[in-house]
């Protein structure tokens, strides 16, 4: 069993983390969670654990202030959106250091170094078995996203998605059955993470999937707009410049 201390300000990314360790080939007990530098700190002075998933900018500061204050041996793995924080996050206890969002295939690789690292090499043996048989394809895109309905949590297929919308600065994924859903990140971050094969940002408020796309009507000399289904909360434009990537990517 693997003690884990989370160290993160956001709830949903903890509990989405929380889900991918629940998925991994490890037995893992996630002993607190904490939402700042102050609570890190407090609790570090009274407890151990094994392993430390840790975000880096907390809602009162930065986390490399928790390590200063309490020195620790304890295996530390940091998590962050921004990449400029690698050097600092090696200079603590480091073993790894992941961008957000979290890619589950990394979080994997992050865990064998923890068990090299840490672990015997019976259990190194059983996880490296696990991880040439996660998959096979040199490019993993994304499978499935992790959505909030009321107090609960669900995951949603990419299969099942048509498209995803920006709108006053919130995304969103919207279902073949037209159920619409709040999603954390940005549609360029969203863009990255899925097969160009099967979806395509038309403009700077959506990213289709190829099976929703009905047709594509030039209504004027400069205006060409497209009809898919379920149909959005507004009329979808193409840019001119963006056309002929349209036409060839509903070719393909």
Not at 77 to 104: G, H, M, R, V, W
Not at 131 to 139: D, E, L, M, R, Y
Request: hydrophobic content about 40%; some cysteine; charged content about 25%.
């Amino acid at each position: 069993m693997i003690k884990v201390l989370l160290i993160e300000d956001e709830q949903l990314a903890a509990e989405k983390l929380a889900m991918v360790l629940d998925r991994s080939p490890y037995e893992i007990e996630i002993l607190h969670t904490c939402p700042s530098v102050e609570e890190s700190i407090d609790w570090l002075n009274e407890h151990k654990a094994d392993l430390i998933f840790c975000d880096i900018h907390l809602s009162d500061g930065n986390a490399f202030e928790i390590f200063e204050r309490v020195p620790t041996d304890t295996p530390v793995i940091f998590t962050t959106a921004y990449d400029q924080y690698a050097i600092e996050a090696f200079k603590q206890n480091s073993i790894d250091y992941l961008l957000k969002p979290i890619d589950e295939d990394d979080l994997v690789k992050s865990l064998e170094k923890f068990q090299q690292r840490i672990l015997s090499p019976l259990q190194q043996i059983d996880l490296l078995e696990w991880i040439s048989n996660f998959g096979q394809k040199t490019t993993s895109y994304k499978r499935r996203y992790l959505v909030r309905i009321g107090n609960r949590l669900e995951s949603i297929k990419v299969a099942d998605i048509s498209y995803f919308y920006s709108q006053n600065k919130q995304s969103y994924l919207v279902t073949k059955e037209d159920k619409k859903f709040p999603v954390d990140q940005s549609l360029s971050q969203i863009i990255e993470e899925l097969d160009p094969a099967v979806f395509f940002q038309v403009n700077r408020k959506i990213v289709l999937c190829i099976d929703c796309v009905q047709n594509i009507n030039r209504v004027s000399k400069r205006i060409i707009m497209l009809k898919v289904t379920p149909a959005p909360p507004f009329e979808i434009i193409v840019p001119e410049e963006k056309l002929g990537a349209l036409k060839k990517w509903l070719n393909s």
